[in-house]
């Protein structure tokens, strides 16, 4: 079945360094989307992904879809401590929506 | 790591049926696990928190009577859609916290088709 890849795991940043999530899947997708999940908290849908090569952004969050739709990344520019959560990927395909494993950031002021 | 179960992984019953989705942690306890519905080419959408020993939790908008969850242990939680209907058909996914409830492992989901 699909598989989808989130890497890294955990991201310590300094307040204010970029910070950047990866997604890979085993097979070619529908759609990506990502999610945010603040501490405590469950996934907020944050933006889906479906054309060849997208790039959305969202102020400081940037999202991009491969040629390929097979991987995607989330680039945050100049971290602030209100991003500190885990973000999640999720693969839309023939199986149905696959979530990465999220990957945590933490900001050191 | 921690495995998050659902059951069935697809299935199609007629209308006015009722059809029980059920969502387990293989190798942790959940103390609350949360249920989500995911229309075509839509995003996902919280529809409860599952709480272990107590009442679930709804979103604004989602009918209780309607979809029944029972957090039975603190390894299962199970939505049942009642008297079902083609609306209801949709994709139900399920997650659970854990590693002090900022990680969370979700389940596969069940596609319910509803004729």
């Known amino acids: 079945g699909q598989q989808v890849m989130q890497i890294p795991q955990y991201q310590h940043v300094q307040e204010g360094e970029d910070f950047t999530t990866y997604c890979n899947s085993s097979?070619?997708?529908?759609?990506i989307q990502w999610y945010k999940q603040r501490p405590g908290g469950h996934p907020v849908f944050l933006i889906q992904l479906v054309k060849s090569g997208e790039v959305k952004k969202q102020k400081r969050l940037t999202f991009q879809f491969g040629e390929a739709k097979k991987n995607s990344s989330l680039h945050i520019t100049a971290t602030q401590t209100t991003d500190v959560g885990t973000y999640f990927c999720?693969?839309?395909?023939?199986?149905?929506?696959?979530f990465g494993k999220g990957t945590h950031l933490i900001i050191q002021p | 790591g921690a495995v998050v179960s659902q059951h069935p992984s697809r299935v199609i019953c007629k209308s006015g049926t009722s059809v029980k989705i059920e969502c387990r942690s293989l190798d942790f306890q959940a103390t609350t696990m949360f249920w989500y519905r995911q229309f075509p080419k839509q995003s996902l959408m919280l529809m409860a928190t599952?709480?272990?020993?107590?009442?679930?939790?709804?979103e604004q908008g989602v009918e209780k009577d309607k979809f029944l969850i029972n957090h039975a242990s603190l390894t299962l939680s199970t939505l049942t859609v009642t008297s079902a209907h083609p609306e209801d058909s949709s994709f139900y996914i399920c997650?659970?916290?854990?590693?002090?409830?900022?990680?969370?492992?979700f389940g596969p989901g069940t596609r319910l088709t509803v004729l």
């Open positions: 599952s709480n272990e020993g107590s009442k679930a939790t709804y």
């Open positions: 999720a693969g839309g395909g023939a199986d149905g929506l696959t």
């Open positions: 997650s659970a916290p854990t590693g002090g409830a900022d990680t969370q492992y």
């Open positions: 097979t070619t997708l529908s759609n």
